[in-house]
């Protein structure tokens, strides 16, 4: 694929370790590129042992507490969401909130967009990350979605739609209630609009889509391929942008709010499966995005897709896992390899021996 190239180099450095003796150590680090943006990320194969002090475990004592105390003051438990969360106005959501299943939405308090909406997603006040169904997801995918397409009918200017979900603090939930934010936006956000615009150069350059090239190479390559849930591909990134990155892209739309019933459902199986694995490797707080743009986008190769990173996880004291390396530089840190990542992942989507 002429388009498509998995730039990586690697630089080897030498120092003396304390820990052995002084003994000369040599390490090798390897620097990969994003194929569409060129982000940079870094792995170094002896920053696994270094793992416990990045991410020590969980503290199920901490979240227990946390879980306890936050549940007695939360507005979206029980019938306090009725009297506590905003309402959109009848000309827009004629019942002021949409509730579908178990999620409900309604308007942010804090907006920091043109439409800014908040998805409660469960009954339950806390989820472990084993207990987020593709129900729970899909119910709170569709109120999003019917949200969506009451503002395209109102407003011309809303093209682009980020549908996210932060879960503790560590991911920057202030609630730990299960939630969505959604933004629509006539402006895409920053690195939304990177997408976008490096899906735009690249069509221009190659003449044809990236997405649609980027699904051919990788299942051609396989190894970072991981399964297909209906019409969306579920990959590990090359030149990840967080704790183990999955993506998914859809193979044709590139809008949030022309999606089908099925498409939500196939994308809220994906989501439920990669938390329930990011629980399995012992993580408990995450983000996820879906990024949407309505047309003309998809002339440019633009498609609907879904970012999900784990985060750091939560014990006293807990250490941030942005630094200088991504919130300053833009780059991140590889800890488990991609491809490493995929393979196991594959079992989860598709069972053993596939
Ligand atoms: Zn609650």
């Known amino acids: 694929m002429p388009g498509i190239r998995f730039d990586s180099s690697e630089s080897e450095l030498v120092f003396l370790n304390p820990f052995n003796n002084f003994a ?7 620097v990969r590129r994003d194929p569409l943006l060129g982000d940079i990320s870094v792995y170094n194969f002896r920053l696994r042992d270094k793992v416990e002090f990045f991410f020590g475990d969980c503290d199920v004592e901490l979240i227990e507490r946390l879980v306890e ?29 949409i509730k579908i299943g178990e999620a409900i939405l309604f308007p942010n308090l804090f907006p920091v967009g043109k439409y800014h909406s908040v998805i409660r997603l469960s ?9 987020f169904s593709p129900q729970i997801i899909g119910d709170g995918l569709r109120a999003a979605q019917q949200f969506v397409n009451a503002v395209y ?4 200017s809303a093209s682009f739609v980020a549908v996210n979900a932060n879960y503790l603090f560590p991911a920057g939930a202030t609630l730990v209630h299960p939630h969505l934010q959604m933004l629509i936006t006539p402006i895409a956000y920053s690195y939304h609009e990177r997408i976008i615009q490096a899906c735009r150069a690249y069509y221009q350059e190659n003449g044809s ?7 051919e190479e990788e299942k051609d390559l396989g190894s970072r391929y991981i399964a297909q849930t209906g ?13 183990n990155e999955v993506f998914a892209v859809h193979e044709e739309e590139n809008d949030f709010g022309a999606l089908s019933e099925i498409d939500l459902t196939d994308i809220a199986i994906g989501v439920s499966k ?20 309505r047309d003309p986008f998809s002339e440019e190769g633009f498609h609907c897709l879904l970012k999900m990173i784990s985060r750091q996880n939560l014990y006293p004291n807990y250490r941030n896992d942005d630094y200088f390396l991504q919130k300053l530089l833009h780059s991140e840190l590889i800890i488990n390899l991609p491809e490493d990542l995929a ?5 989860l989507f598709l069972g053993p021996n596939n």
């Open 24 to 30: 000369e150590e040599t390490h090798t680090v390897t």
């Open 69 to 97: 105390e936050s549940a007695r003051n939360c507005i979206f438990c029980g019938d306090t969401i009725e009297r506590s969360t905003p309402r959109y106005p009848q000309r827009l959501v004629p019942e002021g909130r």
């Open 123 to 131: 009954k339950a006040h806390f989820l472990n990350l084993t207990e």
């Open 153 to 156: 009918r109102q407003d011309h």
């Open 209 to 215: 889509g990236y997405y649609s090239d980027l699904l």
């Open 231 to 243: 019409k969306w591909h579920w990959l590990t990134a090359f030149s990840p942008m967080g704790n």
């Open 274 to 293: 990669v938390l329930a694995f990011y629980g399995r490797l012992g993580h408990m707080s995450f983000n996820y995005s879906i990024l949407s743009a």
């Open 343 to 347: 393979i196991k992942l594959r079992e």
